[in-house]
């Protein structure tokens, strides 16, 4: 129980609100606005699932939300040039695995720090989309929004590969000894290295996983409108570490796990249409987001204070 008490802090809170709704704003749960509300969140769960394994690994990822908008506009420009859907996906995900693996390659093999490699990551491939696009939006050709399904079977579609990844990461961030090694190098990496560990590679092969999975959330996301805008995903990359350092994750590496990711990810998801439905101002919405990471961040101070001999 003490193990899991931030996780189930995130959760707890996530039933507060969803109880608060239920009893002051039943709309809230109609069940093609909430689908929706689903299926918009898919894309930022799958990043909020690769930055937290960043972050276990002690690095930092501020260049995602970049690469969702260059991954979105290579996957919209090969299905709007008559690519099949499928060669559209692959080279999304081919995009976001070569750019995760330039920021792994900068990081692990000549020691950069990954706050400066992302950073200048990020404002290369934003202005290069904002130089070679000119804002200009990309039209799908008919067939690809929704994958092609009528939109209900195409949210539902949606949510559930999002959460298949999610389990697919989180038992083998549990289970495997790949999984394992994150923490061992997030935690110390010199005694990971004399351990037998190579924290080299896991940290490149870290970074790899998580531009792959940001090609797959732009793909997600760009089928989700009949245009796709190369501007998009600005701010995701805070949005995806906010999530992760209310769900548990640790800023200092070594600790945290998915299922904290996606309660954290969820309760700031709905601090929104929950202050709109509860008539709040619009303003209090990114103070409340705004608050609840501060607490987040508040509690797991004190938490290693605590913990300190």
């Known amino acids: 129980m003490q193990r899991h008490f931030r996780e189930l802090s995130v959760a707890a809170a996530l039933l507060a609100l969803l109880s608060a709704l239920a009893i002051w704003a039943p709309n809230f749960f109609e069940p093609q606005p909430l689908l929706s509300r689903l299926a918009a969140a ?99 050709p008919d067939g690809a929004q929704w994958f092609g399904l009528p939109m209900v079977h195409g949210q539902i579609l949606i949510g559930t590969l999002a959460l298949a990844v999610l389990v697919a990461l989180a038992l083998a961030l549990r289970h ?31 970074f790899v996983l998580l531009g792959t999975l940001t090609g797959l959330a732009a793909v997600l996301h760009a089928v989700q409108s009949p245009q796709v805008d190369p501007a998009a995903g600005r701010g995701l990359e805070l949005e995806a570490i906010a999530a992760a350092v209310v769900g548990g994750v640790a800023v200092t590496g070594g600790r945290g796990n998915l299922w904290g990711v996606l309660a954290g990810l969820l309760l700031l998801t709905c601090v929104t249409p929950a202050l709109t439905y509860l008539g709040v101002k619009p303003h209090w919405d990114r103070a409340s987001q705004g608050a609840i990471i501060l607490l987040a961040v508040a509690a797991d101070g004190l938490r290693q204070r605590r913990s300190r001999p």
């Open 176 to 206: 495997l000894a790949a999984g394992r090694h994150l923490y061992a190098v997030g935690s110390d990496a010199e005694a990971a290295r004399l351990a037998g560990l190579r924290p080299r590679l896991v940290t490149f092969t870290t």
């Open 42 to 140: 898919a894309p930022r769960l799958l990043i909020a699932c690769g930055v937290a394994l960043v972050l276990i690994t002690r690095q930092i990822d501020i260049s995602v939300g970049s690469l969702f908008a260059v991954c979105g506009t290579v996957a919209a420009l090969a299905a709007a040039a008559g690519s099949p859907l499928p060669f559209a996906i692959l080279a999304a995900l081919a995009v976001g695995a070569l750019g995760g693996a330039l920021n792994g390659l900068l990081v692990a093999a000549l020691g950069l720090p990954s706050i400066v490699v992302t950073l200048a990551m990020m404002v290369t491939l934003r202005e290069a989309l904002r130089l070679g696009r000119q804002g200009v939006f990309i039209n799908l």
